[in-house]
């Protein structure tokens, strides 16, 4: 009996990513959903600038390397060209709200027919930790080693909550991997967000609250835990848009 | 000499690209070498906009006409800025309703057409530009009467081609004026 | 015979990339290139192509990055301060090696500059407009119908050498009509695109498009092989031509709107008995150096023509390993020389007063 089996979707290659580290769970999140959608064959992934950066090694369909913060527009061009595949965007916090936020907005602001998923861990982790727009007030980082503070450094940044003042986007959802319950709940969130797709309904969105204990100091138990006590109250849980059929 | 050297220059709106168009098209109708050239973007020298043509017999060089050997002005910027660079020998054009003082050189030919107040007077609209040039076509016969029609037929929106026969009375207007 | 019609050198362009084969466009707007856009939103829906004004000229330059990853032809256009904003995109299609159609029709900078007419990203564009050690293919278009044919070439060689190709036009170039006989349709492209991300229909391991390598010794390894192309394009690709340089004793270069105006200050040298002729690149990068070698074996002095402060000049006096003395009839900021002020220089060589 089979009880444990790597997705399809997924290659061999091992991940180079910090023991701790989310990114792996919702790697594995988006190639079971592409596995059980039977997509594989006619989906394009979108890299980013950042920790996965070399996400185009792990996924098994066809994959393109963005320039920093620009895969939304990428993903436009891809799925102008090829409307019958399947494209989505993954993108790290200072690609999405930073450097791509532009991007980010005009392409939900078009409901491009997309997945784009978010992982929010509240830094720049590949630099090796600096603040990013979605960092919380007092965060110690190495360049707010202060604590962010509001008076020069501003407030974080609610990605979904901005983006569901528009009109385009279809599914808005904030998600975490902190927790079995919470890995399950996401699973059915990003798969909901590429049969949005597959049906031809447009932009869909998805948020992932996620750890980076390396960067964050912090043990991984720590670090899931953290989730819970300091980014939850900040970034609620939950949906924030979901059109009806 | 079939090389002719045209520089239209004036107010934004009276027109002026629109007779270098009427002017182009004709030469291509004529199967002649030409460039047409506008000005472009928000005008800072002197408030005028101004359109350059050349219709030749030989392949044209430079699009950009630094010595015109037909001037066609339809305001006082224009005729200050351009009445010296044209070719002794040249044809000026002055539309004498918006232009009141008179062109100071005694080496060129000048034509002063009230073109403004006879649009008005005949209920011919904003059709000054079209009575002006035809006073050109008759003292240059830079492009053919024959060609005239066929030109404004291509420069006319097709919505608006209920214009055309406005267009061609303006300019027999100005063919038949005399001063 | 085919029909010669008028249209302005944007549209032209627009029209030739249509009829090349180009059905994805993607622009921001600006002076004075805006009517390629406005000549795309037009035509493209009605021909089943994409039309898209983008948020900003980076994400113009990422979306045709986009197409160009799935195999199809893609292009954007712009002018100077945009283009700009789009050397990051150009940089990673160069580092990809993705063929992409990139127009600039310049106007004078630095900055936000002016919106007339300039050559001034001369060195920005033949140098490799991005960072990292990279080229792109350069065509410099002197009259409408070159903007015809050459933005068909350009997308063209793009294709076939897997690399980004900027027509370099100027504000002239681009707002002036003149006759053109537009090229028949074709599709310059292989649908056959094996290194595509397509989708792999769970039939080949997948593709991947990026300029990423962290092994240093692969990444010198691809370097040198997207010299290796460049090499072979400098050899075969120079496009230049000539106009009264065999018994000349001052060859002119000049390119663009400022060949048009070289032109006629020839034709009235000539008049006064002065030989003057002038050897005009097409092709910026491969810049046309044996030609101009050829040309200093025989020819007194050169005169570059240009609309900048003299960066084609360089070239030249490295094309000719400064055999010949190379003056410079310059204008910027917009303003475009007269035949009266290159003649004025002619006449200052010719009497041995400006060996520069």
Not at chain 1, 169 to 188: F, G, I
Not at chain 2, 42 to 58: F, Q
Not at chain 2, 102 to 119: G, L
Not at chain 3, 86 to 94: H, N, Q, T, V, W
Request: hydrophobic content about 40%; overall charge negative; some cysteine.
């Amino acid at each position: 009996m089979i009880v444990f089996e790597k997705p399809h979707a997924l290659t061999d290659t091992p991940l180079h990513y910090c023991p701790g580290c989310t990114h792996g769970i919702v790697h594995r999140l988006v190639a079971e959903a592409i596995d059980e959608l039977g997509i594989e064959g006619r989906t394009i992934g979108i890299a980013p600038v950042g920790c996965s950066v070399l996400a185009y090694n792990y996924f098994n369909c066809d994959m393109i390397e963005a320039a920093h913060g620009r895969a939304p527009a990428v993903a436009t061009g891809v799925k102008r060209a090829m409307p019958d595949n399947i494209v989505f965007a993954y993108q790290g916090d200072g690609d999405l709200a930073s450097i791509g936020m532009c991007e980010t907005v005009s392409t939900a602001a078009r409901g491009e027919n997309i997945t784009v998923i978010f992982i929010n861990n509240a830094i720049y982790g590949m630099t090796g930790g600096q603040m990013a727009p979605t960092s919380l007030l007092g965060q110690v980082t190495q360049t707010s080693p202060y604590g962010r503070d509001p008076k020069t450094q501003g407030y974080p940044i609610r990605v979904c909550e901005l983006l569901a003042t528009l009109d385009a986007p279809v599914y808005l959802e904030r998600v975490t991997v902190n927790s079995v319950k919470n890995v399950r709940n996401a699973k059915r969130a990003i798969k909901k967000a590429f049969q949005n797709q597959v049906d031809g309904r447009g932009f869909s969105f998805i948020e992932v609250l996620s750890a980076c204990p390396t960067n964050w100091g912090m043990t991984p138990q720590k670090a899931l835990q953290w989730i819970d006590e300091a980014m939850i109250p900040q970034y609620p849980l939950g949906v924030f848009r979901d059109k009806e059929a | 000499m079939a090389h002719h050297e045209i520089v239209i220059a004036g107010f934004g709106g009276q027109g002026l690209l629109f007779i270098g168009k009427v002017l182009a098209y004709a030469g291509l109708i004529e199967k002649r070498q030409l460039s047409w050239l506008p000005s472009y973007g928000p005008e800072m020298r002197g408030g005028t906009a101004n359109c350059n043509v050349i219709l030749s017999d030989d392949p044209v060089g430079s699009p950009i006409v630094q010595h015109p050997n037909v001037l066609i002005v339809m305001n006082a910027p224009s005729l200050d800025k351009y009445e010296k660079a044209v070719v002794p020998g040249g044809k000026i054009f002055v539309d004498s309703t918006l232009i009141t003082r008179k062109v100071e050189r005694d080496d060129v030919d000048v034509y002063y057409v009230p073109a403004t107040q006879m649009a008005k007077d005949m209920g011919l609209g904003n059709l000054a530009n079209m009575i002006l040039f035809g006073t050109v076509i008759r003292e240059t016969g830079c492009i053919q009467d024959a060609t005239v029609e066929e030109a404004l037929r291509h420069v006319i929106p097709a919505r608006k081609m209920d214009l055309l026969d406005v267009n061609l009375r303006a300019i027999q207007v100005g063919k038949d004026y005399q001063a | 015979m085919k029909e010669t019609v008028l249209m302005k050198g944007n549209e032209a362009i627009a029209e030739a990339a249509i009829l090349a084969g180009c059905r994805h466009y993607f622009g921001y707007p600006i002076t004075p290139q805006t009517e390629v856009a406005a000549y795309m939103a037009k035509k493209m829906p009605k021909i089943g192509g994409t039309f898209l004004q983008a948020e900003s000229e980076i994400a113009a330059i990422n979306m045709v990055y986009g197409v160009a990853s799935t195999g199809h032809p893609a292009m954007t256009s712009s002018s100077s301060p945009g283009i700009s904003l789009k050397a990051e995109g150009i940089s990673y299609l160069a580092g990809a090696d993705l063929p992409a159609l990139i127009v600039n029709v310049q106007r004078g900078g630095p900055g936000l500059g002016g919106i007339q007419p300039s050559q001034s990203d001369y060195f920005f564009t033949t140098r490799g407009p991005g960072h990292g050690d990279f080229h792109v293919l350069v065509f410099a278009p002197s009259s409408v119908q070159e903007m015809a044919d050459l933005t068909g070439r350009a997308l063209h060689l793009a294709w076939k050498y897997r690399m980004p190709a900027m027509l370099l036009a100027d504000g002239t170039m681009g707002q002036m009509m003149e006759p053109v006989t537009l090229p028949d349709a074709c599709n310059a492209f292989g649908d056959d695109n094996p290194w595509a991300a397509t989708g792999t229909e769970m039939k080949r391991p997948h593709n991947i498009i990026t300029s990423l390598d962290l092994s240093p010794e692969n990444l010198e390894k691809q370097n040198f092989e997207r010299f290796e192309r460049y090499k072979k394009i400098e050899e075969t690709e120079c496009l230049w031509e000539e106009y009264l340089l065999d018994d000349a004793d001052i060859c002119i270069v000049a390119c663009g709107i400022t060949a048009r105006v070289s032109r006629n200050a020839i034709v009235e040298a000539r008049k006064q008995g002065l030989k003057v002729g002038m050897l005009r690149p097409i092709t910026l990068w491969p810049f046309p150096k044996k030609a101009l070698a050829a040309a200093a074996e025989h020819v007194g002095a050169f005169l570059c023509v240009e609309m900048n402060m003299g960066q084609m000049k360089e070239d030249v006096e490295l094309a000719i390993r400064c055999k010949k003395p190379v003056a410079l009839c310059s204008r910027v900021g917009g303003m475009i020389p007269t035949p009266d002020e290159v003649l004025e220089h002619i006449r200052k060589i010719a009497e041995g007063g400006d060996n520069a």
